[in-house]
Every structure is written in C-alpha cells, then in structure tokens.
C-alpha cells in the first residue's frame, strides 16, 4: 500500500477518527434532534385529539338542542290541538277565551324555547372557552413563561367579559 501513497498507521487514524466524530455527533445532535421531533409530535397528536373532543362535544350539544326544540313545538302543537278543541265545542264567548289563552300558551312555549336555546348557546359558549383555555394552556406552557402566561389569560378575560361571551 505504501507504493500506491498509502500510509496504513494514517489510514488507521483517519478511520479512528471518523468513528470518533460519528459516534459524537449520534450522541450529541442526533439523538436530541429525534427526541425534539418525537415530542413535537406527541404535542400535535394531543392537539387533533383536543380537536376532536371538541367537535364531538359541539355535534352532542347540537343535538340536543334539536331535540328540545323538536319537544318544545311537539308540546306547542299538542297545546295549540287541545285549544281547538275545546274551542270548537264551546259557544262563541269560550272560543274567543279559548284563542287568547292558547295565543298567550304559544307565546310561553316560544319563550320557553328561546330560553331553552339562549341556555343552551350559553352553555356550549361555555364549554367552547373551556375547551380553548385548556387548548391554549398546553400549547402555551411549552412556549410562554409562567408570567406571560397569566397576563396573556388575564387579556382574553377581559376581552371575553368585554363582549358579554360568557
């Protein structure tokens, strides 16, 4: 090897050093790289699962406010039935009472149904921030410090109060 300008104690040095540098470098930049990135990942899936949590949570709310809506006018039109019946077998003077209250029962079942719906709203309202102030609390906690993160919670609440959301 030394007629070609190969020196075997360089070359055995050389390929010494290079097994020197490439395990260094697995341990040091490698491996933390890896370790960076698998974390990252865990943090991304929790967010998609956070996600989906909530969506599910929105599609229960949703129904069920569609059911309470569809009792509400089954009741309304089981009241408004009634009224009509009763109306039709009494004189004239019992049918004009009988068309008032059953316009003063609609109007309570609507009310009943708006309040049914404004409490439901709220109530998703609710857990929509709940839901995002969990979101943003672990997404924050990686990111800001504990002191930027209670002056930036104590902004949103302000501004949350400010546009009457909860």
């Known amino acids: 090897m030394e007629k070609l300008g190969i020196e075997p104690s360089l070359l055995l040095a050389q390929v010494i050093n290079f097994s020197i540098i490439v395990v260094v470098l697995t ?12 974390k990252r990942k865990k943090e991304i899936e929790e967010g998609i699962a956070i996600v989906a949590r909530q969506r599910e949570d929105e599609e229960k709310f949703s129904v069920r406010k569609e059911k309470l809506m569809n009792e509400a006018r089954k009741e ?4 408004l039935e009634e009224a009509k019946r009763q109306a039709k077998e009494s004189e004239h003077d019992i049918m004009v009472l009988a068309h008032k209250e059953a316009g003063e029962i609609v109007e309570k079942a ?26 943003t609390k672990r997404l924050t906690a990686s ?15 302000q501004d949350l109060a400010k546009s009457k959301v909860l």
């Open 110 to 135: 609507k009310r009943e149904a708006a309040g049914v719906h404004d409490a439901l709203s709220g109530e998703i309202r609710r857990e929509a921030v709940i839901l995002a102030g969990a979101m």
């Open 27 to 38: 341990k040091l930049l490698y491996a933390p790289i890896l370790a960076m990135l698998e």
């Open 143 to 157: 990111i800001l410090s504990p002191d930027d993160q209670h002056k930036l919670i104590a902004k949103h609440l």
């Open 76 to 79: 309304a039109r089981v009241i």
